[in-house]
């Protein structure tokens, strides 16, 4: 499926990225009746994540490398891929080596031969499958039943949409569990039209705010 809006396949600089501040969000009404009782409802069905690039430039060279790649995806119209430092893995322990059982993505019939990339946070209560769109090209790693396969020969990935295809003589069985490991990028765009730059002195400055936002693909 292409993407619904604009995207440039790079990433924004990682080395400023390291300095940032953002997390997941969700969108939750919530209604305090006569009796005290709480209706909650969450009007979304995935989380969004919003981010703040800006705590990340500490050098005047940052400074530029944001203004050009600001410029370059024309504010908010160009979506582009964000590492996130705390959450790019499929591994459960932050910092863990990928494995090709770290994640299941789904369950072979015999004729299906597509699977999209997922991560499931949580398992006991009510654990949430993500969608994963932008794997990092070289991490991905796939297996059936727990059997390691190997890519081009069995399968494929693409890395702009995150669906693993398998190879006509490769196709899973049924009955069998498709399992991946992977590192990933994040959809995002600018969330704002305009950089405040302040210049506090010739070899430094800074962003104070810069407003990023997941996208849907």
């Given at each position: 499926?292409?993407?619904?809006?604009?995207?440039?396949?790079?990433?924004?600089?990682?080395?400023?990225?390291?300095?940032?501040?953002?997390?997941?969000?969700?969108?939750?009404?919530?209604?305090?009746?006569?009796?005290?009782?709480?209706?909650?409802?969450?009007?979304?069905?995935?989380?969004?994540?919003?981010?703040?690039?800006?705590?990340?430039?500490?050098?005047?060279?940052?400074?530029?490398?944001?203004?050009?790649?600001?410029?370059?995806?024309?504010?908010?119209?160009?979506?582009?891929?964000?590492?996130?430092?705390?959450?790019?893995?499929?591994?459960?322990?932050?910092?863990a080596t990928v494995a090709p059982?770290?994640?299941?993505?789904?369950?072979?019939?015999?004729?299906?031969?597509?699977?999209?990339?997922?991560?499931?946070?949580?398992?006991?209560?009510?654990?949430y499958q993500r969608t994963i769109?932008?794997?990092?090209?070289?991490?991905?790693?796939?297996?059936?039943?727990?059997?390691?396969?190997?890519?081009?020969?069995?399968?494929?990935?693409?890395?702009?949409?995150?669906?693993?295809?398998?190879?006509?003589?490769?196709?899973?069985?049924?009955?069998?569990?498709?399992?991946?490991?992977?590192?990933?990028?994040?959809?995002?765009?600018?969330?704002?039209?305009?950089?405040?730059?302040?210049?506090?002195?010739?070899?430094?400055?800074?962003?104070?705010?810069?407003?990023?936002?997941?996208?849907?693909?």
């Open positions: 499926m292409p993407a619904l809006t604009p995207f440039h396949e790079v990433r924004f600089p990682t080395a400023i990225a390291f300095g940032s501040a953002g997390g997941p969000e969700r969108l939750t009404e919530v209604v305090t009746l006569g009796s005290g009782h709480e209706e909650r409802n969450s009007r979304w069905a995935d989380s969004r994540r919003r981010y703040n690039a800006g705590y990340g430039v500490r050098s005047i060279d940052d400074l530029h490398a944001v203004i050009g790649f600001f410029e370059e995806r024309r504010g908010r119209l160009y979506g582009f891929r964000w590492r996130d430092r705390v959450d790019f893995s499929s591994a459960a322990t932050p910092g059982t770290d994640q299941t993505i789904g369950n072979g019939d015999g004729t299906t031969a597509n699977f999209q990339l997922v991560k499931t946070y949580g398992a006991l209560h009510a654990p769109a932008k794997p990092e090209s070289g991490t991905v790693r796939v297996a059936v039943d727990g059997i390691e396969q190997t890519e081009i020969t069995d399968w494929t990935c693409d890395i702009t949409t995150g669906l693993v295809t398998f190879q006509p003589g490769s196709i899973p069985a049924g009955g069998t569990v498709i399992s991946a490991g992977f590192a990933f990028d994040v959809p995002v765009r600018f969330d704002t039209d305009r950089l405040d730059i302040n210049l506090a002195s010739f070899a430094a400055g800074d962003i104070p705010s810069i407003p990023l936002v997941e996208i849907r693909l």
